[in-house]
C-alpha cells in the first residue's frame, strides 16, 4: 500500500507537469497569434477617402504619409491626422481602421466664404475665419469681396482676428447660399454702418451688428418682390419697414 506521503508527492509533480502545459499551450497560442498579426492578412490594400470636395483622394493620402503595405497595427494614425490637418483647408480629420486590410481617412474641408482686401493682396478665407490662401489678384472668383477690414492678415492655416472681419462673416453666414452668390462686396470700414453692394450694383444697408437675421430676412422680402425698377439703396438698418429707392 502506498505511502501517504508518496501518493501527496506524485499530485504534486502531476500538478506542475499540468501548469506547465498549461503555460507552453497559452506560450504556442501567443506566438501563433503575433505570427498571424504580422502576416499579410493585416497589410493594408485599400486607403479610402470621404468627404472630400476640393481635394481628390490621392492628394490627402499623400498628406496623410499613409501608403499600401503597411501593416495595419503598425500604421500611425494619430500622426497620419496631425498631418492632414495642418492644412489650412482641412478643417477636421478623423483616420480609422477598417480591418482587415483597410484604412478610412474622413475629413470636413473648410468652406471659401470671402476674400479679404489687405495692402495689395487678397486673403481667401472660410466661413469659420481662417485664412486659406493668399491671392496677388481677383482672378476668376466670384467670393464677396470684404473691404475697410484691419490691415494685415495672417498666414494661411491661421484664424482672422479682427471685429470687422468678424462683423462681415456674421451677415454672410446668415444668408442663404442664393443671397451670398449674389453679393459682390461687405464694407465694414463703419460698424455702424455696414453696406453691401450685389452684383447688379445695388447698395443694402445694414447699419451695425444687432438683428442681424432679421435684417437678412427683411431684404430677402424686398428682393421678392421683383420690382420693375431697378433698386438704388435699400435701407433696414433701423427697426420697421424697409426704405426703398429705385433709380430714377
Excluded at 492578412?41 to 476640393?54: A, D, L, Y
Excluded at 480591418?99 to 470671402?114: N, S, Y
Excluded at 447699419?207 to 425698377?229: C, F, H, M, S, W
Aim: aromatic share 10%; glycine share 6%; net charge positive.
Amino acid at each position: 500500500m502506498p505511502s501517504l506521503y508518496s501518493t501527496s508527492h506524485s499530485h504534486k509533480k502531476s500538478g506542475r507537469w499540468h501548469i506547465i502545459q498549461s503555460l507552453f499551450f497559452i506560450f504556442i497560442c501567443c506566438l501563433a497569434v503575433f505570427f498571424f498579426l504580422q502576416s499579410s492578412f493585416f497589410r493594408v490594400r485599400e486607403i479610402t477617402v470621404r468627404g472630400n470636395k476640393g481635394f481628390n483622394a490621392a492628394e490627402v493620402v499623400s498628406l496623410s504619409g499613409l501608403s499600401d503595405g503597411v501593416n495595419i497595427f503598425k500604421a500611425n494614425l494619430k500622426q497620419a491626422e496631425s498631418k492632414v490637418a495642418m492644412h489650412p483647408v482641412i478643417q477636421s480629420v478623423q483616420i480609422v481602421r477598417d480591418f482587415p486590410a483597410a484604412i478610412i481617412i474622413e475629413i470636413k474641408e473648410r468652406q471659401q466664404a470671402a476674400l479679404v482686401f489687405s495692402g495689395d493682396s487678397f486673403a481667401v478665407i472660410s466661413s469659420d475665419g481662417y485664412c486659406l490662401a493668399k491671392e496677388s489678384s481677383l482672378g476668376r472668383t466670384n467670393l464677396p469681396i470684404i473691404t475697410g477690414a484691419e490691415p494685415g492678415l495672417p498666414a494661411p492655416g491661421q484664424k482672422v482676428s479682427g471685429e470687422k472681419v468678424s462683423a462681415a462673416l456674421d451677415y454672410l453666414r446668415a444668408m442663404p447660399i442664393n443671397l451670398r452668390a449674389a453679393v459682390s462686396e461687405l464694407n465694414v470700414t463703419d460698424l455702424n454702418n455696414i453696406r453691401m453692394y450685389t452684383m447688379d450694383k445695388a447698395e443694402v444697408r445694414f447699419g451695425d451688428t444687432e438683428r442681424i437675421p432679421e435684417k437678412i430676412n427683411l431684404y430677402q422680402e424686398v428682393i421678392r418682390q421683383k420690382y420693375a425698377n431697378k433698386i438704388q439703396y435699400i435701407d433696414i438698418s433701423y427697426k420697421g419697414s424697409p426704405v426703398i429707392k429705385f433709380v430714377q
